[in-house]
């Protein structure tokens, strides 16, 4: 069985601060693929980045970046010099090549970023 | 180019009745998703449909069903609503398969009361 744990449910910083949302993920299956996803206030659900199990290279993406490592099943999300707009609640999430149907989200980490 | 687009966004039910939940995918996506959000909780998979067939279902009992048209639009079913069944209903599209990535809608917040 998946399963997918963001043990911080909720982290508040002020603006300029850099953040780390953790993501700790299982899985049986030797390929997968991991996501993050933004969900404002509106309710959509907004993609970040997805990850594929073979590719454990770091991403960043302006202020984001990623941390993928096998070794501990993680996928952390860091925003750095974060912003109010920064504001929402992030899911990490996992898609399993066995199932490939569908994704196994975390309950979500709410991060209020105050001015 | 539009997004995925749902409607109703906001319903009220009374218990016991029945919902229709409808999703218009992005142009060109063949497959459409369901999810079930409760507040506070992350989405809960419900359906997956590819080119008009069930591909995948999660664990919901039979009051929830779903099909997909021609068209490529899906229509989320619910009977005999129950007061737990009060959620944020997020609608997902995807050229194939889940790990490709979804493109979710806006949700329709259903309320039973």
């Known amino acids: 069985a998946q399963k997918v744990t963001q043990a911080q449910t909720e982290i508040s910083v002020v603006e300029k601060e850099d953040v780390t949302l953790d993501c700790v993920y299982e899985t049986r299956d030797t390929t997968y693929y991991l996501f993050w996803y933004k969900q404002p206030p509106s309710g959509e659900l907004v993609f970040l980045i997805r990850r594929n199990s073979f590719d454990e290279q770091n991403e960043i993406s302006g202020r984001y970046s990623w941390n993928f490592q096998k070794s501990t099943s993680s996928f952390n999300f860091t925003i750095t010099a974060s912003q109010v707009v920064d504001s929402a609640v992030y899911f990490c999430a996992l898609g399993s090549g066995g199932s490939n149907y569908k994704l196994t989200f975390g309950k979500g980490t709410l991060l209020t970023v105050n001015p | 180019d539009a997004g995925v687009t749902q409607s109703p966004t906001h319903l009220i039910k009374t218990r016991g009745q029945h919902v229709t939940l409808r999703c218009s995918p992005i142009?060109?996506?063949?497959?459409v998703s369901w999810y079930q959000q409760v507040l506070g909780q992350g989405p809960q998979f419900i359906f997956q449909?590819?080119?008009?067939?069930?591909?995948g279902r999660g664990n919901f009992p039979d009051r929830f069903s779903a099909r997909q048209f021609p068209n490529y639009s899906s229509e989320l079913n619910v009977n005999a609503l129950l007061l737990g069944d009060s959620a944020l209903y997020l609608c997902?599209?995807?050229?194939?398969?889940?790990?490709?990535?979804?493109?979710f809608g806006s949700g329709t917040r259903l309320t039973v009361v």
């Open positions: 997902a599209s995807s050229l194939s398969t889940a790990n490709y990535g979804y493109t």
């Open positions: 449909y590819y080119e008009k067939e069930e591909r």
């Open positions: 142009s060109g996506h063949k497959s």
